[in-house]
């Protein structure tokens, strides 16, 4: 073994015939951070569940694995061997907490469970208190209360906090993490990013991250691999590969990923169109205090949120200043949404055969209005209220009190024959695809089925006629008409529901995340295709996101909702460069994007040679 902490040499894994990681190398040093990015189905999970030994029946690795202090090759070693390898030398965190833990075990055992397999502690009571321990330094509020909750009764980011900490227990020497901020809020994300990376800085840990989001690999990677279909095809350090890319693929990465750059005509560049873009090249770091971007300044003075399920106090509602504008001019347009004094609240079951049901308020009293032809955003985390508003909007629920008129259609108290003529104004592109389409039917089926409305006619040779037409306009070809949904990618069955979305002709679309799920190239894809859309049936348009990037990059006006307010509203761009909110100015400073990070790590080479430089 050479002074490397881990030694891959020729890793293939293949499934029968099927070749699913060809040819893997890499040389990874004691303490340092390397980000294995590419998209899904490049290889880069399968590449490491084969460094872990945990590849599933079927699948097989060949070529050399070694890692500093085992005496054997990990390629082919039984699994007791394994064992005594996973969680005490190398570790991983996987992208899904809620699955990787187990559901019927408290947490605090949990993480004991590792130290005793390992023999790391000399008894359980040692074990359950290095499990408080480990948990409080992975910043859980009151780490003894979450030693004993469930997976269930914790908010993500704490799910993912404690399987950090399970992951650190034994001091690792190797640490996988395979996507593990995919599917967090902003602030959470970055929460658990700054975490991982002093985590591993403290204990000059090794650390292999995988991702496709090529911001984290600027924010925390020293070096990146760039993986297409199981093959590496470029390899360097992170400032080299991300601004100065060699190979065709990568620049269509890092081009897809830049919401910031826009071609000749204002669209997002995609793979196909990445010849022209010209990638980050950051020659000075920006001026200290700004809101936008992560540079070191904001890094060390970002406010923290803490998790959902932890959090006690209550967002002040928004200042007049920061409400919609409510008054209107006396020749002004009625506005085509308009939401007044807005309150939802849901009762939970009893806790106790005397106790009053709890009372849970989503919404608490929102007002705003969106004009015909507006492209408005609705940002705000996990739990602020987004879907319980878009669920009243489209007359899925009734409102507690207050009012919502949508294309003139008041929603509160309606009855469902009523809320028809609001279904024909309003459609919504759902987040996840693959569950908002019937596995069952085929395409031309599932688009023409909002035209099978009480009153429409079923005229089978137009609603074929129609169906083609959608399929044109999203750039699908004529024959997915009869296919089935698993047999298209993520990106291609989004296309399908905005199809279905707009077959009816509404004036109002709203999509729900409906990017979030998908691969950057494919993210910029469906982006550009939502706004070509737009803009051709002159829609207007409710998006609805966590991610303020693509918020900035689609939306003209925005609302910041946290806790069932909105707590700031206004122009996009004016949101984005003065937040005026405590929240907002978080969400701001928390966002990631790859120019603010590359430009953080510009400060942080400047800010490293001045203090060479003054301690000499």
């Known amino acids: 073994m050479s002074e490397h902490l881990l030694e891959v040499k020729d890793l293939r894994v293949s499934a029968g015939e099927r070749t699913l990681v060809d040819g893997f190398n890499l040389e990874l ?6 980000g294995l990015i590419g998209e899904s189905g490049s290889g880069k999970s399968m590449t490491a569940t084969a460094l872990m030994g945990l590849l599933p029946e079927g699948v097989s690795a060949a070529g050399s694995i070694r890692l500093a ?25 996987f992208q899904e907490p809620l699955s990787a833990l187990n559901p019927l075990m408290r947490v605090g055992p949990q993480v004991a469970e590792v130290m005793l397999k390992h023999r790391t502690v000399p008894n359980r009571r040692a074990a359950a208190a290095k499990a408080v321990e480990m948990l409080a330094s992975v910043r859980l509020p009151d780490p003894a209360e979450a030693a004993r909750a469930f997976p269930h009764q914790l908010s993500g980011g704490q799910r993912q906090r ?38 591993v800085s403290r204990r000059s840990t090794g650390l292999l991250f995988i991702t496709h989001d090529l911001s ?38 890092l081009a897809a990923s830049d919401l910031e750059a826009t071609d000749s005509g204002g669209r997002l560049f995609t793979v196909a169109s990445a010849a022209a873009y010209v990638p980050p090249k950051i020659v000075s770091p920006p001026r200290r205090g700004t809101t936008t971007g992560t540079t070191t300044a904001t890094r060390a003075a970002r406010p923290t949120l803490p998790d959902a399920s932890a959090r006690t106090d ?30 939802r609240t849901y009762r939970r079951g009893r806790t106790s055969l005397f106790g009053a049901p709890a009372e849970v308020q989503a919404l608490r009293g929102i007002s705003f209005e969106v004009a015909a032809g507006q492209r408005f955003g609705v940002v705000g985390e996990s739990g602020s209220g987004k879907s319980t508003l878009l669920r009243i909007l489209a007359g899925l629920d009734q ?50 089925e909002p035209l099978l409305l009480p009153g429409e006619s079923a ?23 009869d296919r089935f949904p698993h047999q298209f990618s993520g990106g291609q069955r989004q296309r399908i529901s905005i199809a279905r979305a707009l077959i009816g002709e509404p004036r109002i679309l709203v999509a729900d995340e409906p990017v979030s799920a998908l691969d950057v190239s494919v993210r910029a894809q469906v982006l550009n295709l939502l706004s070509d859309l737009v803009d051709r049936y002159n829609l207007t348009l409710v998006f609805v996101s966590h991610d303020l990037g693509v918020v900035r990059h ?63």
């Open 314 to 343: 209550h967002p002040a509602p928004a200042t007049p200043a920061e409400q919609p504008d409510r008054g209107r001019g006396a020749g002004a347009v009625e506005p085509l949404i308009s939401v007044r004094d807005l309150v």
């Open 29 to 34: 040093g004691t303490g340092e951070r390397v």
């Open 399 to 448: 409102p507690t009190s207050g009012s919502v008129k949508v294309a003139g259609n008041e929603v509160a108290g309606a009855r469902e024959n009523e809320l028809r003529q609001l279904r024909r104004e309003l459609q919504i592109v759902f987040q996840d695809p693959m569950g908002s389409l019937d596995p069952r039917m085929r395409v031309r089926d599932i688009i023409t």
């Open 554 to 616: 689609l939306c003209d006006n925005v609302v910041v909702m946290n806790q069932g307010l909105i707590v700031e509203s206004g122009p996009t761009e004016q949101i984005y460069e003065d937040p005026q909110h405590g929240y907002t100015r978080t969400l701001v400073a928390s966002s990631m994007s790859l120019r603010s990070e590359m430009a953080g790590r510009a400060m942080d080479s400047r800010e490293e040679v001045t203090s060479q430089g003054e301690g000499q």
């Open 69 to 93: 202090g085992t005496d054997h090759d990990l390629v082919g070693a039984r699994d007791s061997r394994m064992q005594r390898i996973r969680g005490n030398r190398m570790a991983m965190v």
């Open 459 to 481: 005229r089978t040779a137009r609603h074929a006629e129609r169906a083609a037409e959608m399929l044109r306009a999203v750039d699908l070809p004529p024959e997915a008409l």
């Open 216 to 253: 984290v690999v600027a924010s925390i990677c020293d070096r990146v691999l760039v993986m297409n279909n199981g093959r590496v095809v470029e390899e360097g350090t992170t400032e080299q590969v991300l601004t100065r890319p060699a190979h065709a693929y990568t620049r269509g990465l």
């Open 162 to 199: 404690a399987m950090l900490a399970m992951a650190l227990a034994n001091d690792p020497a190797l640490l996988l993490c395979d996507e593990p901020t995919a599917a967090l809020d902003v602030t959470v994300q970055r929460q658990v990013l700054d975490l991982i990376l002093e985590s």
